[in-house]
């Protein structure tokens, strides 16, 4: 990927859709590109980092720019959602509350063999985002995550009965309550 600005802006349009704008002044671009970094060191660096972005964006084929009639529309093509939602993925993470509820999140999943690629990089993702192990398919974490894993859910394409989320008030191993507390300083 071209740089930090291309990120994004593949970002931003995955959240918005599609940018439609009146562009009948020739300030155009730099107001569409103040408006997406909402930068306040905005300079002519910013502005030409940016306008590069933006014409690799629509060379490579993640964007597409449209004239509507006295309007220009960018939108993302398929490829630039996919590529969106692999950044978003690559920055999940799962904030420490200032007080823990004192509720643990169990991940339980089921996983096809036929689907094994999916299921590792589940997998993978539950590690990075420092959930704790207690079977292969069987996850701990003390904070919330619904809306991590709800995510991870819908990227992946699985669906409720092969991912499901416990909420749990206690655990019998008591080892493995105080590795956790000490792993999450809690």
Same mark, same amino acid.
């Given at each position: ?60 084929? &993640? ?33 420490k509350p200032k007080?823990?509820?004192?509720? &643990? ?49 819908? &990227? &992946? ?25 000490n792993v999450y300083?809690?």
């Amino acid at each position: 990927m071209k740089s930090i600005n291309s990120h994004k802006i593949l970002v931003y349009l995955l959240f918005t859709g599609v940018i439609t704008v009146a562009c009948m002044s020739p300030y155009f671009l730099p107001r569409v590109i103040k408006y997406i970094l909402k930068s306040r060191r905005y300079n002519f660096s910013n502005y030409k980092q940016t306008t590069d972005a933006f014409t690799y964006l629509k060379k490579n084929g &993640f964007i597409l720019v449209e004239r509507d009639g006295n309007d220009i529309k960018i939108s993302l093509t398929a490829e630039g959602k996919n590529k969106a939602r692999k950044y978003q993925i690559d920055n999940l993470k799962i904030l420490k509350p200032k007080v823990w509820d004192k509720l &643990f999140r169990v991940v339980i999943f089921d996983i096809p063999d036929g689907q094994r690629i999916k299921r590792n990089a589940f997998r993978r993702k539950l590690k990075e985002l420092s959930f704790y192990s207690l079977q292969k398919s069987v996850w701990l974490h003390p904070f919330k995550c619904d809306k991590e894993i709800n995510f991870l859910r819908e &990227f &992946f394409g699985l669906n409720n009965k092969q991912i499901e989320i416990l909420l749990v008030k206690s655990i019998e191993n008591d080892i493995i309550v105080k590795k956790i507390k000490n792993v999450y300083k809690i």
